[in-house]
């Protein structure tokens, strides 16, 4: 990626984007889909997923659930 | 910012369908005597292993020595094990039981990191930093004259689109690669205000770029 589409992308909003408190408010619901169905995750939760591609804090948090989720299967 | 996605409410199962072990921990927790307190220890371990796990995750990325970490972690686990023993009756069977609490551990490990952040900053809030951010957006030295005009055009969207606080912000994060959660503890606030801030401020600098042609639809095409 170049530095047009770097920064394209980062001024980029989604209007569907929940914003942190409500992500963070369903993380855990969606992480244990994430873990079953990623794509059904992303479907049912639009503005969750739109929000972690654009959040840096919140994605980390999210990564950081989601190996949680992971090493206790 | 909107708000589309089903709420909390839409989720919640009964927490008579509980998975087993999840029941489980909720009739322990909210027991008393030895069987209670055997359960909180538990619990405590759990949350101490997923904090350390989760300090030992994003450590590559952090100004943290082997024991300021263990530290985080310990500090992390016990505050969320209060914050869970608080919470338990807002456990609603919507995840299993584990997933939720591992949620507490990892946002406390967050927060804390945020926090962290000050005690050796090296990083003033204050004074702007112009010249890294073509690196950090990855343009090439060799092509400045494609890409100045657009930095320049996006300098002066920052000076004369922005309030003082979208401004702040929008150098403190981009200019100075301040993390977000650091901003928020340094300006009394919290991690959404400053998204919240930043989402507006990227959309009136996106919206001053394509007005003055520097951005559009097209972009993608651009190599």
């Not at chain 2, 338990?88 to 995840?95: A, H, V, Y």
């Not at chain 2, 981009?174 to 993390?179: D, E, F, M, R, Y």
């Given at each position: 990626m170049n530095g047009w589409d770097e920064l394209d992308r980062f001024l980029r909003t989604d209007p569907r984007d929940v914003g942190c408190d409500k992500a963070m408010e369903l993380l855990h619901v969606y992480v244990e889909l994430v873990a079953r169905h990623p794509d059904a995750a992303r479907e049912r939760y639009p503005g969750i997923a739109v929000h972690l591609r654009a959040c840096g804090p919140c994605n980390e948090d999210f990564e950081g659930l989601l190996a949680a989720v992971a090493d206790s299967i | 910012m909107a708000a589309s996605d089903r709420g909390i409410g839409e989720n919640q199962a009964t927490l008579a369908s509980a998975d087993a072990e999840s029941a489980e921990w909720l009739r322990t927790l909210g027991g008393s005597g030895a069987e209670r307190e055997a359960a909180v220890e538990r619990l405590h371990a759990i949350l101490l292993r997923v904090a350390g796990n989760e300090v030992r995750r994003r450590a590559p990325r952090l100004r943290l020595s082997g024991p300021e970490l263990d530290d985080v972690a310990h500090q992390a686990a016990a505050d969320a094990l209060l914050a869970v023993i608080a919470k338990?009756?807002?456990?609603?069977?919507?995840?299993r039981f584990t997933t939720w609490v591992y949620k507490f551990a990892v946002l406390e490990v967050s927060a804390k990191l945020g926090r962290h952040?000050?005690?050796?900053?090296?990083?003033?809030?204050?004074g702007e930093d112009w010249e890294r951010l073509p690196g950090r957006l990855g343009f090439d030295p060799a092509e400045r004259s494609e890409w100045h005009d657009l930095l320049a055009a996006l300098r002066r969207a920052v000076d004369e689109e922005l309030t003082e606080r979208q401004r702040q912000i929008f150098v403190a994060i981009?200019?100075?690669?301040?993390?977000a959660d650091a901003v928020a503890v340094e300006l009394g606030t919290n991690r959404n205000a400053v998204y919240k801030t930043m989402f507006d401020a990227r959309r009136k600098l996106r919206a001053a770029l394509v007005a003055g042609g520097y951005l559009d639809i097209g972009i993608r095409g651009r190599s």
């Open positions: - | 338990l009756g807002q456990f609603r069977g919507e995840s952040f000050w005690r050796d900053p090296g990083v003033p809030l204050e981009v200019l100075k690669g301040v993390p």
